[in-house]
Nanobody, 124 residues
């Protein structure tokens, strides 16, 4: 069973950086596609980035492209999100996800497993 655990959230000033991490604490032998979504207060959960099983292919939402970088740790179900040039509108709960989905996987309905989320707050 996949059990995703995120870490790395926090409070940063405008223009700052954060690196989110997500690891599978379950005994999983399958390598999944992985991704990050985010949900701001009063808004729907939205796609941020995704990465293929091999790590060779990545996708980004227009709102984060050029500022965020998704990466993974080899064939392990461990994924990172490096976030630079953060803006107040990036404030949200960030969720890690995994699944046997077809990328880019921009709908939350396409994914099978979710972490509990980590809060990112960017002050203006």
């Amino acid at each position: 069973q996949v059990q995703l655990v995120e870490s790395g959230g926090g409070l940063v000033p405008y223009g700052g950086s954060l690196r989110l991490s997500c690891a599978d604490s379950g005994r999983t032998d399958v390598t999944y596609q992985m991704g990050w979504f985010r949900q701001a207060p009063g808004k729907e959960r939205e796609f941020a980035a995704s990465i293929s099983q091999s790590g060779a292919t990545t996708y980004y939402a227009d709102s984060v492209r050029g500022r965020f970088t998704i990466s993974r740790d080899g064939s392990a179900n461990t994924v990172y999100l490096q976030m630079n040039s953060l803006k107040p509108e990036d404030t949200a709960i960030y969720y890690c996800t995994a699944g046997a989905t077809v990328l880019p996987g921009t709908s939350a309905n396409y994914w099978d497993y979710w972490g509990q989320g980590t809060q990112v707050t960017v002050s203006s």
